[in-house]
């Protein structure tokens, strides 16, 4: 039963991360453009994350080093300090984003204000985080995703063409115009980084550690870091696959988290609603989590202070004020009136942008066999690490340029 | 010259100086995707509307998703205030003011009070205008 619990570290993990407020939004935008054809960007981030996740989890096993102890290692003092503050503002970004977004989901459930639901959502939340221990907050909020599920359910129900999506498993180039090329590629690419976010593995790393993960659990390291990504995938393909069938025929581009919730109900209205949206209030409310958590765990990281979700608050002073302290300036944004939407897309393109400084030192130091001794990278796990590498930095590269030349995916 | 150290929060830089970068003068490639999104939001609500008599959903479900449907034609008409287009296109922007200050009237009525019929008609009439004058 433990070991059974232990896989809510991962489900917890890729579905606050795949599906967040972002990828709610942005998946269901991307079907509803270019149908299924988008599908092979999901399966290439499902693979990446299980495998840098796994490769993180390890490493943290191994040599007791979470990601950020490894980023400032590899990196050097210099850059690593100005990768923590990038990953740190990018967290505070998207915990922004996800608190508007409880707020707009709550909203539709009761009708009650949004900007006070904001507020309670942003004083409830941290107080929740405050007296759980870390495997509660992740059994509540794993096991809580799965109510997605009715969105899988409500894709099959409307009837998918099932050829033409297995046909999108292989990406496809069609003559596009040039507007429509560059969106394709955009969503490709934020697809793929909404996958990849780095607080996943911020997350995911420090988890094990917390979970006192030991030299026996590597078995299931594997395990939990797949099962985890592949369910998250499976609703991020739902989504998909919504946007492709419901809006796609009439050339909706949905910009609404309303229109993305409902679509998860829609062949069967508000009792589904009500599933659906404490689905996507879990997987939400546990990326704010995720991302509050990280920022607390990166720092305390990188200069090497005492951390831990399970530590007494007066010991961990500076990890557990950072985390509050992310929730509260993050609250502080949200209330400031930004779009979630608007928060949301900046941080996928901005954490698409930085995310090489991130998943290079766990390649590296996943792959040092001084570090690592047996447990080191296979030469199968280096060729498969480097090629999404190459992927990574390629679409970090490009990322910027094509947010600025779609104007963020606006078609 | 450029060591680890320097190259990264180059990057960085060059990252968020970029992303904050967002010109605002009409272009016609823009007008057209203002057009596209005013047809789709026409076309979303029509669709919501179509969709509600056979799958009942409480109250403040549908008037909280119709209220964000509403924001955002509020929101696309007021980015079009003040805008100014390229020559060819100012009879086409102002075509498209028009039509969304309409849909907007018609996005400001609760759900509950609009005749389904009239209101599917009348948002099917705008959607097909914006369609029919979307620039090429």
């Given at each position: 039963m433990k070991k059974l619990l232990g896989i809510t570290l991962g489900i917890m993990t890729a579905l606050g991360g795949f599906v967040d407020l972002g990828q709610i939004v942005f998946t269901t935008q991307a079907g509803a453009l270019f149908g299924y054809q988008l599908l092979w960007s999901i399966v290439v981030g499902t693979l990446a994350i299980i495998v840098y996740m796994e490769m993180c989890g390890r490493v943290a096993v191994v040599?007791?080093?979470?990601v950020f102890a490894v980023v400032r290692d590899c990196l050097g003092f210099p850059l690593g300090l100005v990768t923590l503050i990038a990953s740190n503002l990018l967290n505070l970004l998207t915990c922004a984003a996800e608190l508007g977004g409880l707020a707009i989901v709550i909203h539709l459930l009761t009708g009650w204000p949004e900007k006070l639901l904001l507020v309670g959502v942003g004083i409830g939340l941290p107080s929740l985080v405050y007296v759980s221990k870390f495997q509660w907050i992740e059994r509540t909020f794993g096991l809580s995703g799965l109510l997605m599920a009715v969105f899988a359910v409500s894709a099959v129900v409307l009837h998918p063409d099932w050829k033409a999506l297995g046909a999108a498993l292989i990406p496809h180039i069609h003559s596009m115009r040039r507007h429509d090329g560059l969106l394709y590629a955009y969503f490709a690419i934020g697809i793929f980084s909404a996958m990849l976010m780095e607080y996943e593995v911020h997350f995911y790393s420090s988890g094990a550690i917390e979970e006192g993960?030991?030299?026996?659990?590597l078995t299931e390291n594997f395990m939990v870091a797949s099962l985890g990504s592949v369910l998250g995938s499976l609703l991020t393909v739902a989504l998909l696959i919504l946007g492709c069938v419901l809006f796609l025929p009439h050339h909706i581009f949905p910009e609404q988290l309303s229109s993305s919730l409902i679509a998860g109900a829609w062949p069967y209205g508000q009792r589904v609603l009500v599933f659906a949206a404490l689905g996507v209030l879990a997987c939400i409310g546990g990326a704010a989590i995720e991302t509050a958590l990280s920022g607390g765990y990166n720092v305390c990281q990188f200069f090497n202070w005492p951390w831990g979700k399970n530590l007494p608050p007066k010991s961990a002073k500076v990890y557990t004020g950072t985390w509050v302290g992310t929730f509260v300036v993050a609250l502080f944004v949200a209330l400031s009136g930004v779009r979630p939407l608007q928060l949301v897309n900046f941080s996928i393109i901005f954490g698409m942008a930085i995310m090489p400084l991130t998943y290079y030192p766990i390649l590296r130091v996943a792959g040092d066999r001084k570090i690592m001794g047996r447990y080191v990278n296979s030469k199968f796990d280096t060729v498969v690490g480097l090629i999404f590498f190459v992927l990574i930095a390629l679409a970090a590269v490009a990322s910027l340029p094509l947010m600025i030349l779609t104007h963020a995916g606006q078609p | 010259v450029f060591t680890k150290t320097t190259l990264g929060p180059l990057w960085i830089g060059l990252t968020i100086l970029l992303g904050s970068c967002s010109g605002h003068s009409l272009t016609h490639e823009e007008l057209k995707s203002d057009y596209r999104a005013a047809a789709s939001l026409s076309a979303e609500s029509e669709q919501f509307l179509q969709h509600l008599p056979g799958h009942p959903y409480n109250t403040h479900a549908v008037d909280g998703h119709w209220a964000y449907l509403r924001k955002q034609g509020t929101e696309l008409r007021q980015e079009l205030e003040g805008v100014r287009p390229e020559a060819a296109d100012a009879k086409r922007l102002s075509e498209l003011r028009e039509t969304l200050s309409e849909l907007n009237g018609l996005l400001a009525i609760a759900p509950s009070s609009l005749t389904a019929s009239d209101t599917l008609e009348s948002l099917r009439v705008l959607r097909r205008r914006l369609e029919e004058g979307m620039p090429q």
């Open positions: 040599a007791r080093k979470p993960w030991k030299i026996k659990d | -």
